[in-house]
């Protein structure tokens, strides 16, 4: 049996989601594959969304009409803010969500989208014609013709899920059909660097098991905005609380006499984890001189006795894990209900992939989310709302959707990955972007409004909404640098470090916008108006070197001059411009400079 479609998105999980909305909210006759249609946006490790530069990206997609950040808000449990005691550029929102919530909420939406359609099976195989992904081949032997393809397959390529000596094939626990090794296959037949990745999960616990008089109680913060500017923006879920706990040395002692246990030490594992979220049994023997780490019990859903252990990502044997648990006071008569474990599976080396996240070997095609190295929910949802609306433009012959790193987090990440490529799963951090104190969370509105109005997937109501939130912040502001006193404005004593915008506008009789994140973006400008000339002035030699462009189809090996060790890097990336060029690991400034000279 044959179907046709205009785009055909591979998995169900938050990049496969955006793809398929963006795709389908645009009037792409759109087909979503997944291997189990009640298992879309599944949140399979913590039950969280956002935190530092995380929380910018899940506003960025907001901003620009994805679905991560309102599914977020109206499944949130508790909210709170870290990094707050520092600068605004650097803090991150950061929300607990009713996973379960959650996944029934994205795949009823999805159900109900008009022009797409769900089909519950596994691809076995890319179809090709002319040099071009042309569609899928299935389980069942049934295929799916498509003018492009998505793949966003996560953590399901080769899976192994590993706990102690005991491993299983899957991308999930108890999800045991993955693809048969064809996919991987045909992409490395296609010329592209695969890599074995690691991904970790924590225990989750019987909430009735546990003593929480010797655990802190944490409690949400009721005034903090969300992610969303959605009208329906709003928690369905009564909020909870969150409850902190922490190691000590017995349960170390636990971890290091049974280190030779974990699947990860064994010989022939030769997945690599992430750097900085590494499991718990990596955090006790890479951090040996400390005698505690942080760890969070926090709920999984209002319908659930599951809590999480966040900090504790372990994939100990079962007894090994109860032994580290008994360990911790409060948890001495503990009840596990799922124990932790890891998982790994394949991923390519996205430096293979066009800046618009198209596969150069094979047009019509493009990966999306941990396929592509990355790890985390917020990577992936940014992924697939590019993919999928840079399928759409390619459909309609329209330029690609790319933006500047000084425009978007989500800018960062694409450009990290297609031009620097992984080695290890990327997370995405605010030291990442060297545009980091224009990039806030409050200006995530401001900074992609055109953008937003030429996708067209963002309502006029929510435009217009938020040309009027920008109007109040320009006529605040103005205001501000027009009163005097003391000799200064009230834009001059607004930068002064803790100074109180409440007060200031109140003595230059200044009208400030009713929204709490608007007047937190109000003082943020005045802070960082200083220190972003300053950046401006360093940073715009490397923006010239982005408006330098390099022509399709360069033969970099042919330059004078030019080492054959940069010719390789180059012939290897194919940047698109000289600044995307001068960003990739191991070109040197003279290299740069003589590729300068030939594009002459």
Request: glycine share 10%; hydrophobic share 35%.
């Amino acid at each position: 049996m044959s179907r046709s479609f205009d785009l055909a998105v591979v998995g169900g999980g938050h990049a496969g989601c955006e793809a398929a909305l963006v795709a389908a909210r645009s009037g792409l006759n759109t087909a979503l594959v997944t291997l189990r249609v009640d298992g879309i946006g599944e949140l399979s490790c913590n039950p969280a969304m956002g935190g530092l530069a995380k929380g910018h990206l899940v506003r960025e997609i907001d901003a620009l009409g994805g679905q991560i950040g309102l599914a977020s808000d109206r499944a949130t449990l508790f909210r709170h803010t870290l990094n707050l005691s520092r600068g605004a550029a650097v803090r991150g929102t950061r929300a607990q969500v009713d996973r379960f919530f959650y996944r029934d909420e994205m795949g009823e939406l999805l159900q109900k989208t008009p022009h797409l359609r769900l089909i519950a099976g596994r691809v076995d195989r890319l179809l090709q014609a002319s040099g071009r992904c042309v569609g899928l081949e299935l389980g069942d032997g049934s295929q799916i013709h498509a003018r492009a393809v998505v793949l966003t397959t996560g953590t399901f390529l080769g899976a192994v899920c590993h706990r102690g000596d005991w491993q299983q094939a899957g991308g999930r626990i108890d999800e045991t059909e993955v693809d048969q090794g064809t996919i991987t296959a045909q992409l490395q037949a296609l010329g592209l660097r695969t890599l074995r990745l690691k991904t970790g999960t924590c225990p989750r616990l019987d909430r009735d098991s546990i003593d929480f008089d010797q655990l802190k109680i944490q409690r949400s913060d009721p005034a903090m905005s969300g992610f969303s500017d959605h009208p329906e923006a709003k928690s369905q879920r009564p909020m909870q609380p969150c409850w902190a706990a922490a190691s000590n040395p017995r349960v170390h002692d636990v971890v290091r006499q049974n280190l030779h246990r974990s699947p990860i030490r064994r010989d022939g594992f030769d997945a690599l984890g992430p750097r900085y979220c590494p499991s718990f049994e990596d955090k006790v023997e890479r951090f040996s001189h400390r005698d505690s780490h942080q760890l969070f019990l926090e709920p999984e859903g209002i319908e659930s006795r599951q809590l999480y252990v966040g900090g504790m990502s372990t994939s100990m044997p079962a007894e090994v894990q109860q032994a580290m648990l008994q360990a911790i006071p409060g948890l001495e008569a503990v009840r596990v209900l799922q124990w932790g474990y890891c998982v790994a599976y394949d991923a390519v080396d996205p430096v293979q992939l066009e800046p618009s996240l198209e596969v150069t070997a094979l047009p019509g095609l493009y990966l999306a989310g941990q396929l592509n190295g990355t790890s985390g929910y917020e990577e992936a949802a940014a992924q697939g709302f590019w993919a999928g609306i840079n399928a759409l433009r390619s459909l309609r012959d329209e330029p690609p959707f790319l933006l500047r790193r000084d425009q978007a987090y989500m800018a960062v990440l694409m450009d990290d990955l297609t031009t620097r490529g992984v080695t290890e799963p990327y997370r995405m951090l605010t030291s990442r972007a060297e545009y980091r104190l224009e990039l806030r969370e409050s200006s995530a509105f401001l900074r992609l409004h055109e953008e937003a109005k030429a996708i067209g997937v963002v309502s006029q109501e929510r435009l217009e909404q938020r040309e009027g939130r920008r109007e109040a912040i320009d006529q605040a502001r103005s205001q501000l640098e027009s009163s005097r006193s003391g000799g200064r404005s009230g834009w001059q004593h607004l930068s002064r470090p803790h100074s109180d915008l409440e007060a200031i506008a109140q003595a230059h009789e200044v009208t400030l916008p009713a929204d709490g994140m608007d007047r937190e973006e109000i003082q943020a400008q005045a802070r960082y108006a200083g220190y972003i000339e300053r950046e401006r002035r360093r940073l715009r030699r490397y923006a010239d070197l982005d408006r330098i462009m390099i022509p399709v189809g360069f033969d970099f090996s042919a330059r004078p001059g030019l080492s054959t060790e940069a010719a390789e890097l180059l012939q290897r990336v194919q940047p698109r411009s000289l600044g995307q060029a001068s960003r990739i690991p191991g070109m040197t400034p003279a290299a740069t400079h003589l590729l300068a000279m030939s594009l002459k």
